[in-house]
DNA sequence: GTTGAGCGTT
């Protein structure tokens, strides 16, 4: 389990020509160690191919990087985790099926309304009207607490519950859209993590507990001396964040690129891989089922540039159980704050329900 | 001396 959260070597496309191997460094040091930065070159001519690899000490540096596209040298770089390694990280839902919606409920609705459960990264409404939509939290623990509950919006009870990942879609080889940083993880290799029954250990046992108090403490950041991430969570969890190069800190941050930092949505199939098992072992509803296919379902669409929720800062995540608190130091960015109805057309009803009668999605 | 989706000579 403590391996799922080792770092990886990550593949940087979109290299200018002319970026040299110490540019390269020199850029991703400005987000923790770099252990290893190399172009790819034609070994004849020294030609750059325009890629390269680099290595991040911290996991923390390689979510924070994977979230976000990066100016270097003046081209616009993906950072993206090599098709070869893809396959060792693993994911955990956080998307969560919103049942009994009316259509007056809008995205923005359903966005202010979970975001004071923790950061909603993504709405979907499927269009037309189909009485349901999808809320995507940056933390997926936040979107396993509210499975099962019932929720009132704008007057109307709204039911939680698991979005079962479509089975058998596509996802298979070829990557789909991460274009805006979600996800890539799709390695068939990969099998389910354990089983429904597994360990089951790490989350708490007690569930989310609404909305942060006032004084609940908050791991975020506002200034706190450690920044804006989460690492005491994470140690929590088991994992050793070696050395915590912790460049990032509350407001401010160090690199130039500073825009985005705190209002991107951070990858949460990396950012979740610890809580795998554990969460499933939540999922109820699953329990009974197949094996679900990790490996899909839980991309966040096109685009997962989803503006920041309310530019806010996040709302600690209810120092509890809290996994991802790092994200938001208010002032939202300038992410794209539009989402929904960019999405591949769907099935028609009746033919996107699994056996359990859940709407699968894609 | 060009190029722009991709996937790593060692």
Same mark, same amino acid.
């Given at each position: ?12 496309? #979109?290299?200018?020509? !002319? ?5 390269? *460094? /020199? ?55 090599? $098709? ?20 007056? =409920?809008?995205? /923005?609705? =359903? ?50 519950? $698991? ?6 879609? *596509?996802?298979? !080889?070829? +990557?789909?859209?991460?274009? +805006? ?15 429904? /029954? ?25 200034? @706190?001396? *450690? ?15 070696? @050395? ?5 800190? #509350? ?34 509803? =699953?329990?009974?089922? %197949? ?10 669409? %096109? ?8 530019? @806010? ?22 992410? +794209? ?9 769907? %099935? ?15």
């Amino acid at each position: 389990m403590e391996t799922k959260l080792r770092c990886t070597d990550l593949i940087v496309l #979109g290299l200018p020509w !002319k970026t040299t191997e110490q540019a390269l *460094r /020199d850029y991703f040091e400005t987000f923790g160690e770099v252990l290893m930065a190399q172009v790819k070159k034609d070994p004849k001519t020294g030609q750059s191919k325009g890629f390269g690899f680099i290595r991040f000490a911290s996991y923390e540096s390689q979510m924070r990087v994977l979230a976000q596209r990066h100016m270097i040298d003046g081209r616009w770089c993906d950072v993206k985790v090599p $098709n070869s390694k893809e396959g060792l990280i693993q994911q955990v839902p956080c998307k969560v099926f919103i049942g009994r919606c009316t259509e007056d =409920l809008t995205a /923005d609705d =359903l966005r202010e309304y979970f975001g004071k459960f923790g950061e909603v990264t993504d709405v979907f409404i499927p269009k037309p009207f189909r009485a349901f939509s999808f809320v995507t939290f940056l933390d997926p623990e936040v979107a396993q607490s509210l499975c099962g509950e019932d929720h009132i919006i704008k007057g109307v009870s709204v039911h939680v519950s $698991n979005a079962a990942p479509k089975s058998e879609t *596509r996802a298979s !080889k070829h +990557g789909y859209d991460h274009r +805006g940083g979600d996800m890539r993880l799709h390695g068939s290799n990969r099998g389910p993590p354990g089983g429904p /029954d597994g360990p089951g250990g790490m989350y708490p046992p007690q569930r989310y507990t609404g909305p942060p108090g006032p004084n609940q403490s908050n791991w975020g950041n506002q200034g @706190g001396p *450690r920044g804006n991430l989460d690492m005491p969570n994470l140690q929590a969890l088991g994992i050793t964040g070696q @050395g915590g190069q912790n460049n990032n800190q #509350g407001g401010c941050n160090p690199l130039g690129l500073g825009l985005n930092l705190g209002a991107l949505p951070m990858n949460p199939a990396l950012v979740a891989a610890a809580l795998n098992q554990a969460s499933w072992g939540l999922i109820g509803n =699953l329990q009974n089922q %197949p094996e679900p296919n990790f490996n899909q379902g839980f991309n966040n669409g %096109p685009n997962n540039n989803s503006g920041n929720n309310q530019g @806010g800062g996040n709302q600690g995540g209810g120092g509890g159980p809290g996994f991802l608190n790092w994200m938001s130091q208010g002032g939202g960015g300038p992410g +794209g704050g539009q989402e929904s109805g960019q999405w591949p057309a769907r %099935p028609p009803p009746g033919q996107n329900q699994d056996s359990k009668g859940f709407l699968k999605y894609d």
